[in-house]
């Protein structure tokens, strides 16, 4: 039969002195198996959720061989990371409660009765570090506050991410039994009437998690961008009511983007082509309408004018499928200087090398004098401050 409180602490006085946290230390008749189980199963969806997003999100923006990302529906990578940051975020109650039902067994003494169960242990410890690496690195990322993180947070918080997903399939295959019975067994009230229960606590969790979510999803879903206080970026902030997260300043090319000598320089099969403002603005003009979404959670929508992409390829001498384009900043440093865009979207007549936003010219931060906007791409991808456009043949 399931235990619906802790048990009376039987361990020795000398057990006790060596560990003091040990299980008698903050009881509460509230935890449960059940309690447990019900937490762990919504953390299992929601990491399991973070997990999928976030690897999409690495796949589209560091491309296998096999990997291919359409440019329609626009708005899918626009979804899928608003839903990897907001479930990343509802994740915070719901890891605090889930360690709190569970700390006294953390604190058992000894650490380890034999082999395997020390390697149940371990796999614990490794599940708590990684999941506590991830939101808080997570939350700094949204916020674009990388001075405590003294190393490459993609990198760090995809590989963690692995060790993550891995470790809670593990505790789930160990834990199976247990949590079968969590979730199936019902314990007597044990909770005096007019406290807290555990239905209660759930439902607090709950609650805690959506008030989350409604104070941070607003900088994706437009409509709730007034109710959502927490959120770092909200659409129509910043020049041209559009949010930025790295301005021309941080990059260096205020002095060549405003250089009235200023040309963009297009290699192709056909030659090399050096295209004045006057120049690109004397080219066929389209307006699209594509909402701009950037890995940190935040997405808008926005009208952009400019030259499409296949246009200037085929003015490169790339007048068949087949060609992709690399795209250069005049930024000379940083991680995404530059971007290859496939020849599925190259070739879309959504993609446009933008002069405009908003009826006006590029704002300064927002790439002026031109940037690469093209449909259902990371933000981080849209390269801004364009400086030179390679087309060449697709491995």
Known sequence: MVRDADPPVTERPAARRRMPFHKGAFPSKLRSLRLTSFLGLGLAVAFGT???????????????????????????????????????????????VKLWSVYPRLFRWPPARDLAHAVERLSVFVLIAAGLFQLVTGVLNIALWYRPMHFFFPSAH???AWLAIGAIVAHIGVQLPLIRAGLTHRPRRTVPPGTLTRRGLLAATAGAAGVITLATVGQTVAPLSSISLLAPRRPRT???????????????????????????????????????????????????????????????????????????????????????????????AGLY???????????????????????????????????????????????????????????
Not at 61 to 68: A, D, I, K, L, V
Not at 76 to 84: A, I, K, P
Not at 288 to 312: F, K, M, Q, T
Request: with cysteine.
């Open 158 to 160: 995809y590989w963690t």
């Open 238 to 332: 910043g020049p041209q009511q559009l949010p930025v997260n790295r301005t021309a300043g941080a990059a260096g090319v205020r002095a060549l983007a405003v250089d009235p000598a200023y040309r963009l320089v297009l290699d192709g099969p056909g030659g090399t082509t050096r295209l004045s403002m006057a120049d690109l603005q004397a080219l066929p003009q389209h307006t699209v309408s594509l909402p701009i979404a950037c890995v940190e959670g935040w997405s808008a929508d926005a009208v952009w004018s400019g030259v499409r992409l296949r246009d200037l390829m085929a003015l490169a001498g790339a007048d068949t499928a087949g060609y992709e384009v690399f795209a250069e900043s005049l930024e000379t």
């Open 50 to 96: 973070c997990f999928v997003t976030g690897l999409l999100d690495h796949l589209i923006q560091h491309p296998p061989g096999w990997f291919h990302w359409p440019a329609r529906p626009i708005w899918l990578f626009r979804v899928t990371q608003g839903v990897h940051v907001a479930t990343g975020l509802a994740t915070i109650p719901l890891l605090g």
């Open 337 to 395: 200087r530059s971007t290859t865009v496939d020849p599925a979207h190259a070739r879309d007549p959504l993609t446009v090398v933008a002069l405009r936003l908003r009826g006006e010219p590029l704002h300064l931060d927002h790439g002026y004098p031109a940037r690469l906007i093209a449909p259902n791409r990371p933000g981080v991808l849209q390269t801004k401050w364009l400086a030179r456009l390679t087309v060449r043949r697709a491995p």
